[in-house]
């Protein structure tokens, strides 16, 4: 015969003073409706993030295409520009600043496509600590000329840290290139979304400045 299970029995108290994860709760009489109304906050900032992320992603394809509009229109970089539609503005800043890149590989890429000039190659050269501290006295002599450093650490007495950019400047000189989409799909510029405000008298008024990146 089966052993039957006494599931009161072996029930566990249950332990007002924590939480399932183990941690303390601590009460707070007369703080309820701030704790629901940080929770309830909470959570409608979240969801007017996602909003904020939709839009702009809408004006960020909008802005680029009228980016280059005016960009081939007055045959120079347009700058700071707005978006207007009714009492709607956004103010589009164009700046100097690129995405980061991270290996040789699409630095090449890059380069084939466009020309060395897109490109521009930081070297930085900084000694390595373990091989000073090994060898500190011998440095200071004439390293070159000691006998009793291997070859190996003079070799590696160095280290080099190479670091790639987007060349300054780039954004003002797109008329070099056919196809300026193509040229800002690849260094992805960062654009600022600001509103308006009263900088326009026509522009409307969203409230306190809102940033948000064309290309993040």
Do not use: W
Not at 33 to 61: G, V, Y
Not at 103 to 109: A, H, I, K, L, Y
Not at 123 to 140: A, P, S, T
Not at 142 to 149: A, D, E, F, G, Q
């Amino acid at each position: 015969m089966a052993k039957k299970i006494d599931i009161f029995g072996s029930a566990k108290p249950n332990d007002k003073g924590k939480k399932p994860d183990g941690k303390e709760v601590v009460h707070v009489d007369g703080l309820e409706d701030k704790l629901l109304e940080f929770d309830f906050l909470k959570a409608q900032i979240a969801d007017l993030e996602s909003q904020l992320a939709a839009t702009t992603d809408i004006i960020k394809n909008i802005g680029k295409e009228k980016f280059i509009e005016l960009y081939e229109k007055n045959k120079k970089n347009p700058n700071t520009f707005y978006i207007q539609d009714g009492k709607g503005c956004v103010m589009i800043i164009p700046m100097d600043r690129y995405i980061t890149l991270k290996d040789s590989e699409r630095v090449n890429e890059l380069i084939n496509k466009y020309g060395e000039d897109i490109v521009s190659i930081e070297e930085k050269f900084y000694f390595n600590n373990e091989v000073l501290e090994r060898n500190m006295e011998e440095i200071q002599r004439v390293i070159s000329n000691s006998r009793k450093i291997s070859d190996e650490d003079k070799m590696n007495l160095l280290v080099k840290e190479v670091k790639y950019s987007i060349t300054k400047g780039i954004i003002d000189k797109l008329n070099k290139f056919p196809d300026k989409e193509a040229v800002l799909d690849d260094i992805q510029p960062v654009i600022a979304l600001k509103n308006c405000g009263g900088k326009m008298a026509k522009g409307g008024k969203l409230g306190d400045d809102i940033i948000a990146f064309v290309y993040e």
